[in-house]
Protein backbone atom coordinates (compact mmCIF):
# COMPACT_ATOMS: atom_id res chain seq x y z
CA UNK A 1 0.00 0.00 0.00
CA UNK A 2 1.19 3.48 -0.69
CA UNK A 3 0.80 6.09 1.62
CA UNK A 4 0.45 9.94 1.05
CA UNK A 5 1.04 12.85 2.87
CA UNK A 6 -1.54 15.48 3.84
CA UNK A 7 -4.76 15.31 3.40
CA UNK A 8 -5.21 12.55 1.08
CA UNK A 9 -5.60 9.35 2.50
CA UNK A 10 -3.50 5.96 1.03
CA UNK A 11 -4.59 4.31 -2.03
CA UNK A 12 -5.23 0.74 -1.98
CA UNK A 13 -3.47 -1.11 -4.33
CA UNK A 14 -5.30 -4.38 -4.77
CA UNK A 15 -8.82 -5.69 -5.08
CA UNK A 16 -9.45 -6.79 -2.01
CA UNK A 17 -8.14 -3.33 0.03
CA UNK A 18 -9.99 -1.46 -2.78
CA UNK A 19 -13.51 -3.43 -1.60
CA UNK A 20 -12.51 -2.46 1.83
CA UNK A 21 -12.02 1.00 1.32
CA UNK A 22 -15.54 1.19 -0.49
CA UNK A 23 -17.09 -0.93 2.34
CA UNK A 24 -15.51 1.39 5.20
CA UNK A 25 -16.75 4.91 3.03
CA UNK A 26 -20.11 3.14 2.81
CA UNK A 27 -20.67 3.24 6.75
CA UNK A 28 -19.65 6.41 6.93
CA UNK A 29 -22.10 7.58 4.49
CA UNK A 30 -24.97 5.59 6.32
CA UNK A 31 -23.59 6.28 9.50
CA UNK A 32 -24.78 9.95 8.49
CA UNK A 33 -27.10 10.25 7.03
CA UNK A 34 -29.06 8.18 9.78
CA UNK A 35 -27.61 11.01 12.32
CA UNK A 36 -28.90 13.24 9.77
CA UNK A 37 -32.42 11.90 9.31
CA UNK A 38 -32.54 11.23 12.78
CA UNK A 39 -31.57 14.82 13.64
CA UNK A 40 -34.28 16.19 11.54
CA UNK A 41 -37.32 13.77 12.51
CA UNK A 42 -37.70 13.61 15.90
CA UNK A 43 -40.89 11.91 15.45
CA UNK A 44 -38.97 8.51 13.89
CA UNK A 45 -37.52 8.09 17.18
CA UNK A 46 -39.06 5.53 19.20
CA UNK A 47 -40.40 4.26 16.05
CA UNK A 48 -37.83 1.30 14.98
CA UNK A 49 -35.86 -0.07 17.86
CA UNK A 50 -32.36 -0.78 15.74
CA UNK A 51 -32.68 2.57 14.17
CA UNK A 52 -32.28 3.98 17.50
CA UNK A 53 -29.64 1.66 18.53
CA UNK A 54 -27.64 2.84 15.65
CA UNK A 55 -28.50 6.52 16.04
CA UNK A 56 -26.84 6.64 19.88
CA UNK A 57 -24.06 4.27 18.83
CA UNK A 58 -23.47 6.74 16.08
CA UNK A 59 -23.21 9.60 18.56
CA UNK A 60 -21.31 7.63 21.39
CA UNK A 61 -18.44 7.25 18.70
CA UNK A 62 -18.04 10.94 17.76
Do not use: N, Y
Request: aromatic share 4%.
Amino acid sequence: MTEQTGSQTSQPTTASDRVAEQRAQLRVRHAAALTALMDERADLKGVHALADHFDEAVRWSA
